[in-house]
T-cell receptor, first 112, second 113 residues
């Protein structure tokens, strides 16, 4: 297991379409996080799972966003009715316990 | 409400000299601080961290200093190398629920050969 894997790396979609991203964390990590990064900003927290339970959601995560982590393994982040403002890099990270994260390479979303 | 602030968007340093990246935080509940490094088209990678019970942590060319009373930390890179050119994110966390980490906006470091 070499790290956190995210798929796809890039996604271009038309406004109004739904998109889904996948994250495969490091297998022994029970915590999984989703972040969003826009140009010139640091990663912004979106949501967090401990095993399969979604324990925290940011106010940034509108009703159009939903995340799941079935069986406490991989996670998906879905954005419904995409808007141009959703264009960003979506980063997934995992950790076993404590503080340090391992990030994936991210999914770059462009909404046209 | 920016809880972690990196006020310098960019920094340019000559190869071999010291790079000093600064970071300020506002939330006194933070008890662990981290620096991440990010290259284009990659996710951030962990660089070095420091617990609030310490004021210095060193790892090779990288040293992080923490001043709790001033709510300030800094990353020193000595000597700087061209391969250090990247965006550096300061981050802070604590047992405030899920060990959610709050990131600063980043400082882009240019190391000139």
């Amino acid at each position: 297991d070499t790290g956190v894997s995210q798929d796809p790396r890039h996604k271009i979609t038309k406004r109004g379409q739904n998109v889904t991203f996948r994250c495969d964390p490091i297998s022994e990590h029970n915590r999984l996080y989703w972040y969003r990064q826009t140009l010139g900003q640091g990663p912004e927290f979106l949501t967090y799972f401990q095993n399969e339970a979604q324990l925290e959601k940011s106010r940034l995560l509108s009703d159009r966003f939903s995340a799941e982590r079935p069986k406490g393994s991989f996670s998906t982040l879905e954005i419904q009715r995409t808007e141009q403002g959703d264009s960003a890099m979506y980063l997934c990270a995992s950790s076993r316990e404590g503080y340090g994260y391992t990030f994936g390479s991210g999914t770059r979303l462009t909404v046209v | 409400d920016q809880q972690v602030k990196q006020n310098s968007p960019s920094l340019s340093v000559q190869e071999g000299r010291i790079s000093i990246l600064n970071c300020d935080y506002t939330n006194s509940m933070f008890d662990y601080f981290l620096w991440y490094k990010k290259y284009p088209a990659e996710g951030p990678t962990f660089l070095i961290s420091i617990s609030s019970i310490k004021d210095k942590n060193e790892d090779g060319r990288f040293t992080v200093f923490l001043n709790k009373s001033a709510k300030h930390l800094s990353l020193h890179i000595v000597p700087s190398q061209p391969g250090d050119s990247a965006v550096y994110f300061c981050a802070a966390t604590g047992n405030t629920g899920g060990f959610k980490t709050i990131f600063g906006a980043g400082t882009r470091l240019f190391v000139k050969a």
